[in-house]
């Protein structure tokens, strides 16, 4: 096809793309990166390990940031590591990663998951470590598989749900009892531990396929391969726990979703969830055993989460600094935060004004003949005959303006207290809103809190971020 189109062209070889022409791509678009991330003063990172199926021990860095009203992401490293993970080691990675990009003084937090070696690596590098959220919801949904009657219910489930995979007919009956039923084509879902929400994803799926699945195991070509007692054992009672189950569990889900977005602030989204979640799984009189049972095991494990006392005050420090929950803690927890808020803004502010600019590309650029050549002419306004008429109240109202401007200047401190004054009087926004955009739209009348959100605004509540780029590598480095 090359020669057609044009003889003459010699297409690069693969030695020229792996070792010459993406090299230099990657080289680039590095150094564009630096050259964005230098106009940024707070960042935030999130951290991962993966092994792969040739048994490399990966290790991503990704960051997170606000740029003019928007949050951003990039991945900053995926490289394989060959050396055993401890904390010390993992933390010479990040750190060395983080040095290459020149944000050694710029990482706010770094979101990581439970595992012992980040919490070693973090501790030495000085960074707030936040847990991922997403992984403490799934641990708390995994300590229901401790209760004897939930383990012996989802058993009966998953055997049904293995059949169903395991036969090739199986599937083409299920979807004609699907068809004349009017339900969802949808596949049933086998629960794998290991993978976030998944038994709460197989009983739904269950349950929505139910009468489905019982008109395939009544089809007379499936009659006779299927155990009889695979979905006899399935009795009303089960049917009523699966469908308790979903109530109790649902919220877990929708929260996963909920602080696994990576295109709005979810650091701030942690407090708030948490009090929803302690209100849902609170037991009363009025749940069965079940019920009771799942709700004190899942809250049993969320409730000793996040207790660091540093962890606790950035966390609602960033509740308070989203226009959507700035209204959720109570008065008088909210009075000394708002004091943290006003000592961080006025620190932050002095920082600003200290820190010498950032210098413009285009300051150095040299100026051709033509734009130092003065013009020739030089052009005049004129003045309206409105502005004829009035020109000695004109002047008088630029003295008056002058004169005030010259007046005393409001100290940061009464700066920053007059925007958290206008701050808590402004309503919350609805929860579907943007907040950092919400801040890039107030940024003229509360320019010192503009700059103080994006500190907090920037902190992903959870590492998807590092687990999607897995995700991404499965796909290049797979068995094929």
Not at 150 to 155: D, E, G, L, Q
Not at 397 to 406: I, V, W
């Amino acid at each position: 096809m090359c020669t057609a189109l044009n003889p003459r062209y010699q297409p690069p070889s693969r030695d020229d793309l792996s070792n010459t022409l993406i090299p230099a791509w990657y080289s680039v678009e590095k150094s564009n990166l630096i050259q964005k991330l230098a106009q940024v003063n707070k960042v935030a990172i999130t951290c991962d390990g993966w092994t792969s199926v040739a048994q490399d021990h990966f290790l991503t860095v990704t960051v997170h940031y606000i740029y003019k009203g928007r949050m951003m992401q990039n991945v900053l490293s995926t490289e394989a590591v060959y050396e055993s993970q401890t904390g010390l080691v993992v933390a010479k990675e990040i750190s060395s990663v983080v040095e290459q990009f020149n944000l050694g003084q710029k990482v706010i937090a770094a979101t990581v998951d439970n595992a012992s070696n980040m919490d070693v690596a973090l501790k030495n590098l000085n960074f707030l470590k936040v847990g991922c959220f997403a992984h403490t919801l799934n641990l708390a949904a995994q300590k229901v598989y401790d209760i004897p009657a939930v383990s012996s219910w989802c058993a009966k489930i998953c055997s049904v749900v293995v059949w169903l995979k395991r036969s090739s007919l199986s599937k083409t009956v299920l979807r004609e009892k699907q068809r004349l039923l009017n339900l969802p084509e949808h596949n049933v879902i086998l629960d794998v531990k290991t993978r976030w929400n998944s038994l709460f994803l197989m009983v739904e799926r269950f349950i929505e396929q139910f009468d489905a699945i019982q008109a395939a195991v009544l089809d007379q070509r499936l009659r006779m391969p299927m155990e009889k007692d695979k979905l006899e054992g399935f009795t009303c009672t089960d049917l009523t726990k699966a469908e308790m189950f979903i109530k109790c569990m649902q919220v877990l889900y929708t929260s996963t979703m909920c602080v696994s977005s990576e295109k709005s602030p979810t650091c701030s989204q942690i407090i708030p969830i948490l009090m929803k979640l302690e209100a849902h799984f609170r037991q009363s009189d009025e749940d069965t055993v079940f019920t009771s049972s799942v709700k004190g095991k899942v809250w049993g494990s969320l409730q000793n989460r996040y207790q660091d006392e540093n962890l606790q005050k950035f966390l609602k420090e960033a509740t308070l600094m989203d226009p959507r929950f700035k209204g959720k803690l109570d008065e008088g927890e909210a009075a000394d935060i708002w004091d943290r808020l006003e000592k961080a803004a006025v620190a932050n502010t002095t920082a600003a004004v200290e820190q010498p600019p950032i210098e413009d590309p285009q300051a150095d650029r040299v100026m051709d003949d033509a734009e130092m050549k003065p013009e020739k002419y030089p052009r005049t306004v004129q003045k309206s005959a409105l502005e004829k008429l009035f020109e000695d109240e004109d002047r008088q109202l630029k003295e008056d303006a002058a004169s005030h401007t010259a007046g005393r200047v409001p100290s940061i401190t009464e700066q920053v207290q007059k925007e958290l004054d206008i701050y808590k009087r402004l309503p919350r926004i609805p929860s579907g809103q943007d907040p950092v955009a919400w801040w890039w739209s107030k940024r003229d009348t509360l320019p010192n809190l503009t700059a103080l959100s994006n500190t907090y605004l920037c902190v992903p509540a959870s590492s998807t971020p590092s687990e999607r780029v897995f995700s991404c590598a499965g796909h290049a480095i797979s068995q094929e």
